[in-house]
């Protein structure tokens, strides 16, 4: 602080005034002080409430997935020969098929007689006709100076279905042809009557097809199929069929409902259900664990979540029926510190026994009214999170408040302090204007007091 008093001109030692003001402002603040801290936890426990709020968030979602009856209908294929894969859709019935490959689906492939430059003109004219599947022949114009990459090119560039590329053997360049598409119906036909010169590109010539145009063809539980693709639908009701080259023994294509996504779903659950649990122990404490924050400590919404979500998915679902009742029946265990752990081999085996036990367990039962676990656990969560009357969203409307008026509880003890401050600043500065003109007075006086005394003394010599 500026203008510091020195007390020393009256023989009482130096004062610094400006630490004196600070230390007398510190104690000013520190009700102010308190309030930031308090503040801070306040803002902190709305961070933390709002958070625990998301993780509900996501268990709700989880939780729907599971509550969907199609959860339970996805279905899935396998094959015991990996050149034929399969793939199920819902609709799929479970069972068991017999599946041979005869043949693959192919798009024709037709090489040009042989060149020595792929760059030197051919000396051909006139036009090159080229037909797909029958249909109208679509002529490419060839001129005298056109060599086999400019044919190349004309044909590549004319938007048939067709792929135009050049072959060199190690010794001569060949025009190669290939239709885009599979199946005996997409046969490229070509036409070269209007086409006059000394060489001929020979297309035409039936040895020169090295890859005939054909379909797929299959024998699915006894029944010949036949595909122009190689991807056959529904030959097997519900199933893909995607086949890479011919078996050489009947494949076994096994279609069940599919348990891995069902695994795949309870798991999500379970890490969310864990995930809130976690968070909630963390955020209010637990045992001899204390809250992260200690305005959280014991938190009245988080408890209440926790112990509501223990209660759902640790006793009996109203409205099961059959052999599993419960989530423990089927792999979800509900463990001492609150968490879930989940028993694959438990839940697929509760699958395979009685999969509409499992599901009434899991969905809402139209024919009893069961909302099933997962429902009841959406229900929970929208209860305690959604809506200004919830017990988590009072809390945060009930933290935003508080903040609110610590803001300006803070502001107003922020401007008394400065106030505060500018008063001893004030006061200190006329002490030192006070105390700079008894200095100057007392030098004042002294000078004159020598003066006076040499006088005296001048006038008893004489």
Do not use: C
Not at 86 to 92: I, V
């Amino acid at each position: 602080m500026a203008n510091a008093v020195n007390l020393a001109a009256l023989g009482l030692g130096g004062i610094d005034t400006t630490s004196l003001v600070s230390t007398l402002v510190s104690i000013e603040e520190q009700p102010m002080n308190q309030l930031t801290t308090q503040q801070q936890n306040i803002q902190s426990a709305q961070t933390t409430i709002s958070s625990f709020s998301s993780a509900m968030s996501a268990l709700s979602n989880a939780a729907q997935t599971l509550s969907d009856p199609s959860t339970f209908s996805a279905m899935s294929a396998t094959s015991s020969d990996s050149s034929l894969v399969a793939t199920a859709s819902a609709t799929a019935p479970a069972g068991q098929w017999s599946v041979s490959v005869s043949s693959i689906a192919q798009s024709q492939r037709t090489l040009s007689s042989g060149f020595a430059s792929s760059t030197v003109p051919l000396g051909l004219s006139g036009n090159l006709g080229i037909s797909i599947g029958g249909g109208a022949t679509q002529n490419i114009s060839i001129s005298p100076t056109s060599s086999l990459s400019d044919i190349s090119n004309e044909i590549a560039s004319s938007g048939l279905r067709l792929q135009s590329s050049l072959m060199y053997d190690g010794s001569n360049y060949h025009l190669l042809v290939s239709g885009l598409d599979t199946g005996k119906d997409n046969a490229i036909t070509f036409d070269e009557s209007g086409m006059a010169g000394s060489q001929s590109l020979a297309l035409s010539v039936a040895s020169n097809t090295i890859q005939q145009a054909q379909n797929a063809n299959l024998t699915v539980g006894g029944i010949a199929v036949t595909s122009a693709t190689n991807q056959i639908a529904n030959a097997i009701p519900g199933v893909t069929l995607a086949v890479t080259q011919p078996t050489t023994s009947p494949a076994t294509i096994q279609v069940n409902a599919s348990t891995t996504t069902m695994e795949q779903n309870v798991q999500a659950f379970v890490t969310a259900y864990n995930a809130v649990v976690s968070a909630g122990h963390a955020d209010a404490g637990y045992g001899s664990q204390t809250a992260s924050n200690p305005v959280l400590q014991g938190d009245q919404a988080i408890r209440s979540s926790l112990n509501q979500l223990g209660s759902l998915v640790g006793e009996a679902v109203p409205g099961a029926s059959g052999a599993y009742a419960t989530l423990g029946s089927v792999g979800v265990s509900l463990n001492t510190d609150g968490t879930l752990s989940l028993d694959t081999t438990a839940l697929t085996s509760a699958l395979a026994a009685d999969p509409a036990s499992v599901q009434r367990l899991f969905v809402t039962d139209s024919s009893n009214g069961s909302q099933g676990v997962m429902g009841a656990v959406t229900s929970m969560v929208e209860l305690m999170t959604t809506g200004s009357s919830s017990p988590v969203q009072a809390e945060l409307n009930g933290f935003s408040s508080r903040n609110t008026d610590l803001s300006n509880h803070i502001a107003s003890m922020q401007l008394q302090a400065t106030t505060y401050q500018n008063q001893l600043k004030n006061t200190f500065a006329k002490m030192n204007a006070t105390l700079a003109t008894y200095k100057t007075m007392a030098a004042q006086f002294n000078a004159n007091s020598g003066n006076s005394s040499s006088g005296s003394s001048t006038n008893s010599v004489l």
